[in-house]
């Protein structure tokens, strides 16, 4: 029983047949999913976006973690209910199809992808700061051409930002991925360099350093700065939550602890983010850099560089000009060596992170693919590495090109208009649902829903209209060469078009790896 829209339902009753037929081991428990959760979350956002949340809001950009975190919350309520109630891996892709028929399940799963692959792109820039800067404070000074995409003066190609998403892509075709263990030990290297600068910063914090709070206001002079702007930026910082929701099927009770882990890793992340965030204010300031004219630079930009250069130049760089925004604030208030362990920190953990974010993607691509709606040749698995190493290889490429020649924060405001259409059609996805399917059983059931889902969905409107401009408009282009390719192949070729609900046991949501990054036990 669904809310026919397009005519073609993926039965929710054969998804949940799926999930009972499937021989993954349930292992997963509540602290388990939680690391999980903190882990997907945990990595550019706050090591990297500091500085470009501090450039559109300055110290206001204290609310803008609060507005994304807000906004983080009802959906992730809404999450909760669908993943608990659907415990199966492919998010909202797979609910979308249950409950809005195939074409949206198309289009939130070609959303999802421009989410994952630009977010891996995201992750590799960001990755490259700290390293480049690792180098910088041992004495080796790599060429500026190589180092920082042609938006910037003298940058040509980010190199390390290349050589990572490729050596991940690499990693995941042959098989190799992380355990849960070792998700483990990442997440508590990232929690303790956290940790470390919050106890090193607060009690350096001077008052006057808050002051003007809110330089650009709530909305800043034009769209994408203010405290709003800020926070539709800053939502990449939280980007990751649902990482939880994909392994609903490998979680012991997952009525209970998947919500659990989804609101448990939410809110230890939102409370490190505030701390860390009136850390790096309060002791070295973070009010935007301006023009002559006084209006202010928009970060990534070319004139924005271009001034940041000139600050360089003249022995004065302000955080909101640093590619190492944590490290930075370490190294400025006389804590060099303990700089450079968030550096390292940084270092270590984030290639996990571009490797959860390509197997997301390459993930999402195999499920479309082996529902007819892509080639099947893409989801061609190899016989020796038994990996999906065409579309992995695929995915990897667009993600070196892209982190080699964009800005971090324009990556990542194009990464947040997928998820946060993603999103939206979840909350949809909740209200529709308990109108037409009221009596199916619900182990969590979203609080105040006609509350909490209305929130989420006016929310993520909220931060998609405070976007730039430009990432504005990515989503609906590659919308638009989402629709031509379904109607030209994934609409005459899906199996639920041509009557065959097929219930897969043996590879029923995930290529059959030897284990996925973030469910072996």
Known sequence: ???????????????????????????????QLTLLGVGAVIGTGIFV??????????PGMMWSFVIAGLVCAVAALC?????????????????????????????????????????????????????????????????????????????????????????????????????????????????????????????????????????????????????????????????????VSTAAEETKNPQRNVPIGLLGSLAICTVFYLLVAAGAIGTVGAQPIVDAAGHVLAPGSTAFAAQCQALLTAGHEPLVCSHEALAFVLRNIGYPAFGNMIGIAAFLALPSVILIMLFGQTRIFFVMARDGLLPEKLATIHPKWKTPHI???????????????????????????????????????VLILRRTDPGRHRPFRTPLVWIVAPLAIVGCLGLFYNLPFEAKMVLPIWGGIGLLLYFAYGYRKSHVGRGHIEVHESDADAPPQPVPPISDS
């Open 79 to 243: 999450y909760s209910e669908l993943a608990s109630m659907v415990p199966v891996s492919g998010s909202a892709y797979t609910y979308t199809y249950a409950v809005m028929g195939e074409l949206l399940a198309w289009m939130v799963g070609w959303a999802l992808i421009l989410e994952y692959a630009v977010a891996a792109s995201a992750v590799s820039v960001g990755w490259s700061g700290y390293f480049v800067g690792l180098l910088a404070n041992a004495g080796i000074h790599l060429p500026t051409a190589l180092t920082i995409g042609g938006y910037a003066p003298g940058g040509l190609i980010n190199l390390p930002a290349l050589i990572i998403a490729l050596l991940v892509t690499f990693l995941l075709m042959i098989g190799t991925s992380e355990s849960a263990k070792v998700n483990a030990v990442l997440v508590a290297i990232k929690v303790a360099a956290l940790t470390m600068f919050i106890v090193l910063t607060l009690p350096m914090m001077q008052g006057q350093n808050f002051d003007p709070f809110m330089p650009n206001g709530w909305f800043g002079e034009s769209r994408g700065f203010g405290a709003v702007g800020a926070a539709a930026s800053i939502f990449f910082a939280y980007v990751g939550f649902d990482a």
């Open 49 to 58: 976006l500091t500085s470009e949340a501090a450039q559109k809001a300055g």
């Open 1 to 31: 029983m669904a809310f026919n829209l397009f005519g073609r339902i993926k039965p929710l009753d054969a998804i949940l047949a799926t999930a009972e037929k499937k021989a993954l081991t349930r292992s997963l428990g509540p602290v």
């Open 391 to 429: 579309v992995t290889a695929i995915t990897g490429v667009a993600v070196s090109v892209f982190a080699a020649f964009l800005p971090v924060g324009q990556l990542a405001d194009i990464s947040n208009s997928g998820t946060l259409f993603a999103f939206l059609m979840v909350a949809v996805a």
